[in-house]
């Protein structure tokens, strides 16, 4: 299994950037798919992003398509989400979920990490 540890969340003002890393660890990380999602209060938890396994396929939502940026180092076991431009409605708990090749379809992650607050400021 993989453990994953999300940091790098913080207090942004709206239009600036804030990069998510998710620290990993297991020797198979390399062959997950990895995910972020967010979770506002009193709102479901939404896809963000998704990268496969190999890093050449990502997705992302319709609300973060061409401000938000997932990319994965594999060699140090990290995934990064890279946000840009962001919005008031952006603010949430940030997680990021790993699961196997298949999921990077089926969005149905089977390990998840504590999440990182962002909070955007007017």
């Known amino acids: 299994q993989v453990q994953l540890v999300e940091s790098g969340g913080g207090l942004v003002q709206a239009g600036g950037s804030l990069r998510l890393s998710c620290a990993a660890s297991g020797r198979t990380f390399s062959a997950y798919a990895v995910g972020w999602f967010r979770q506002a209060p009193g709102k479901d938890r939404e896809f963000v992003a998704a990268?496969?396994?190999?890093?050449?396929?990502?997705d992302y939502a319709d609300s973060v398509k061409d401000r938000f940026t997932i990319s994965r180092d594999n060699a140090k076991n990290t995934v990064y989400l890279q946000m840009n431009s962001l919005k008031p409605e952006d603010p949430a708990v940030y997680y990021c979920a790993g699961g196997l090749p298949s999921t990077f379809f089926t969005r149905t992650y089977g390990y998840w990490g504590q999440g990182t607050n962002v909070t955007v400021s007017s």
């Open positions: 990268i496969s396994w190999s890093g050449g396929n990502t």
